[in-house]
């Protein structure tokens, strides 16, 4: 059976802020893990939020354990997309001038 379809949107903020980073300080980002319902479906069967330390690459393999399944049974994923969602203060766009 082939695993749902996994896409993920990061988006920007989610320990992203302005302040710098601390000497061996990890920075995390937040993503949406975003599941379709199997077999090459487009809608969505369930979304959850988690905060990483990088944004999985196309062909990761994600194994989600929540509460109600005893390890080693859970949720296993194969990242199918990645959609970067940004957003940005200027309405304008910028120019370079020579």
């Known amino acids: ?6 896409e ?4 920007n903020g989610g320990g992203m802020g302005g302040r710098p980073r601390e000497e061996g300080e990890l920075i ?3 993503i949406v893990l975003v599941v379709r319902k199997p077999g090459g479906s487009e809608e969505v069967d369930y979304w959850l939020k988690f905060n990483v330390p990088q944004v ?3 062909g990761d393999y994600i194994s989600i ?3 109600d399944k005893p390890p080693p049974y859970g949720e296993d994923m194969i ?7 940004l957003s940005h203060p200027e309405t ?3 120019l ?3």
Do not use: K, L
């Not at 059976?1 to 996994?6: D, E, K, S, T």
């Not at 993920?8 to 988006?11: G, N």
């Not at 990242?79 to 969602?85: A, E, G, K, S, Y």
């Open 79 to 85: 990242v199918r997309h990645v959609w970067w969602r």
């Open 56 to 58: 999985p690459c196309v």
């Open 1 to 6: 059976m082939r695993a749902p379809g996994v």
């Open 92 to 94: 304008e766009a910028i």
């Open 8 to 11: 993920f949107i990061a988006e």
């Open 65 to 67: 354990q929540r509460p």
């Open 28 to 30: 995390m980002v937040e």
């Open 96 to 98: 370079r001038e020579n």
